[in-house]
Nanobody, 114 residues
Framework: VQLQASGGGLVQAGGSLRLSCSASGIIFSINTMGWYRQTPGKQRELVATITSGGSTNFANSVKGRFTISRDNAKNTVYLQMNSLKPEDTAVYYC?????????WGQGTQVTVSS
């Protein structure tokens, strides 16, 4: 499984960004896709996940500001990030998880200036 993320960049506080991640390879229909983020010196943390059935889970720090969606036909997951804050600055990683284990994308930088 290969994951290709895109959509990161530099934005001012209060702005919005949309991340996309497409999966290729042997993809089973039952899986969870999601986004995690990491800053230097800290552990990677969950941002949001969505199952193939559409159930979602969000970190408390992003609830009400971020939404996650997916297109199962395209094996693509999206993260819409609104009302961005400087503390959202991180490298964002896409993940696909199924019975074989987690797969990770290469990461995309999101920088929010104050």
């Amino acid at each position: 499984v290969q994951l290709q993320a895109s959509g990161g960049g530099l934005v001012q506080a209060g702005g919005s960004l949309r991340l996309s991640c497409s999966a290729s390879g042997i993809i089973f229909s039952i899986n969870t896709m999601g986004w995690y983020r990491q800053t230097p010196g800290k552990q990677r943390e969950l941002v949001a996940t969505i199952t193939s059935g559409g159930s979602t889970n969000f970190a408390n720090s992003v609830k009400g500001r971020f939404t996650i969606s997916r297109d199962n036909a395209k094996n693509t997951v999206y993260l819409q990030m609104n009302s961005l804050k400087p503390e959202d600055t991180a490298v964002y990683y896409c993940q696909l998880s199924d019975y074989r284990g987690p797969y990770w994308g290469q990461g995309t930088q999101v920088t929010v200036s104050s």
